[in-house]
């Protein structure tokens, strides 16, 4: 039996635990975007998109590493 909860409960709504984890990790990974561009650099960087989406991925990994425990 695994510990950790299939679903989250908000009120009566039972909801898949990737849905606040892509989300937060969205929103995460944001965040390091524009503080990139602030710092300058994302110059240094020739695919903005896959590097924003390695980044969300690698946020993805840290929350279900940490926080959901999805896997």
């Known amino acids: 039996m695994n510990p950790y909860p ?3 409960q908000f009120g009566d709504v ?3 635990p ?3 984890m892509l989300a ?3 929103f995460l ?3 390091t975007a524009i503080l990139f561009n602030r710092l300058r650099l994302s110059r240094w960087v020739v695919a ?3 590097v924003f989406l390695a980044i969300m991925l690698f946020y993805m990994v840290l929350i279900d590493h940490f926080w959901i425990k999805v896997f």
Request: no cysteine.
């Open 6 to 8: 299939h679903e989250l």
């Open 14 to 16: 039972y909801i898949t």
């Open 18 to 20: 990737w849905i606040p």
């Open 24 to 26: 937060l990790a969205f």
């Open 29 to 31: 990974s944001l965040l």
């Open 48 to 50: 903005h998109a896959y």
